[in-house]
């Protein structure tokens, strides 16, 4: 396993970069997305409310491998080239951020009535009353389920393998045919992994704590 560490470090270090890189990518776009079809899904504007729940419920429901090979083969064919790590990027944003959606619907939704009666009784309009009043009693409802798909996406990460991505996955194979070396190699991988998650899981602990108290 040493050995493997110092011939191919150069090579893993530069998949766990683009498995970090892509992960971020996708969590700040999927946080983006899942919120803005969260409040699609319960605007007063039925139009919205149907976008907002064929978004969630198209995606939440296709395997992130077809949406990823989606946008790896059918949207290069047909209307822009993406790369693996983009492809696989994207896909991993979109297939999050439904769940995300559900998510943050669900933290809005434990929020009182009263509190956006309140604020649109001082002058304020929906939108204002759900971003400065609704939306960040909200978040602090869903830290913990929102932690647990961050997490999720993290290791959702590993798709990009499947699309030449060059993310920490990819280069395991690659160490892993060329070394003959499969247990060693995908141990290392798995410890790289742990390194990426576990901190994330400590952190939304710690954060969920700091609010509740």
């Known amino acids: 396993m040493i050995t493997i560490i110092q011939e191919h470090l150069p090579q893993l270090l530069t998949g766990l970069l683009n498995t970090v890189f892509s992960s971020l990518i996708a969590l700040i776009g999927s946080l983006i997305l899942g919120t803005i079809f969260a409040l699609f899904e319960i605007s007063p504007n039925r139009l919205l409310r149907f976008i907002g729940k064929a978004y969630v419920e198209v995606f939440r429901n296709i395997p992130l491998l077809v949406i990823v090979l989606i946008f790896y083969i059918v949207i290069p064919m047909y209307i822009i080239k993406i790369n693996g790590f983009m492809a696989g ?13 559900e998510v943050i619907k669900a933290g809005i939704l434990s929020i009182g009535k009263g509190q956006m009666e309140a604020a649109r009784s001082n002058g304020m309009s929906y939108l204002q009353s759900m971003w400065h009043v609704v939306l960040p009693q909200a978040f602090k409802v869903v830290i913990p389920p929102l932690g647990n798909q961050f997490i999720n996406l993290v290791k959702n990460s590993s798709i990009l393998a499947f ?8 280069q395991a194979n690659s160490i892993a045919s060329t070394t003959f070396q499969t247990n060693q190699t995908y141990l290392i991988v798995g410890l790289l992994y742990l390194i990426l998650t576990m901190p994330l899981s400590y952190y939304m602990r710690h954060l969920e704590k700091k609010i509740t108290n």
């Open 89 to 101: 990027s994207i896909g991993l944003t979109i297939y999050t951020s439904a769940f995300i959606a």
């Open 163 to 170: 699309v030449a991505g060059a993310d920490l996955m990819y």
